[in-house]
């Protein structure tokens, strides 16, 4: 069996999960892992499945991308198996007027800290913007890196929190 990485993005219209779904399961790929997404009124899904080689499928999904509506992208990649958590779960929570670079900024000083970001959300509402990270973090560093992203987000214009994420709900 290969692991494969597939990107379908595209114009939003309803049933593309069904669609790409049926179309993997009719060729026995098995989905592991996915997420999926509108983003401004385009769809956008990433999925890990095991199943038959990559041009198989690529050639499979083609007809859901034919009107020029969808582009689906395959890609072999290798397993890593179980790859246990580098560090300690916690969701950072950005939240103020949008401008440029609070991303960029705010997830630097949690990689400068040895801090992994393991998922990321933002969302524009009007003028508010909002970023949630979960992230993993080395054991004992999240006390002093609360005080690093307050300032931080002090020099941007936001407002930040860092909580022990609930293992029950990631």
Request: proline content about 6%; charged content about 20%.
């Amino acid at each position: 069996m290969n692991e494969l990485a597939i990107t379908v993005i595209g114009r939003d219209r309803p049933g593309i999960v069904a669609d790409v779904a049926e179309v993997l399961a009719g060729l026995g790929a098995n989905l592991t892992d996915s997420t999926m997404t509108r983003l401004r009124g385009h769809f956008a899904m990433t999925l890990i499945c095991t199943g038959p080689a990559a041009a198989e499928v690529e050639a499979a999904l083609a007809p859901l991308a034919a009107e020029g509506q969808l582009l689906a992208t395959v890609r072999a990649v290798t397993p890593d198996g179980d790859v246990p958590p580098v560090g300690e779960p916690y969701v950072m929570a950005v939240h103020g007027s949008d401008r440029m670079g609070i991303v960029a900024a705010m997830t630097r000083v949690l990689v400068d800290a040895g801090g992994n970001v393991t998922d990321l959300s933002t969302r524009l509402t009007g003028a508010l913007y909002v970023v949630l990270a979960e992230v993993e973090l080395p054991a004992g560093v999240a006390d002093t890196l609360v005080d690093r992203l307050h300032r931080t987000a002090a020099e941007l214009g936001v407002e930040v929190t860092l909580r022990p994420a609930d293992p029950d709900l990631l």
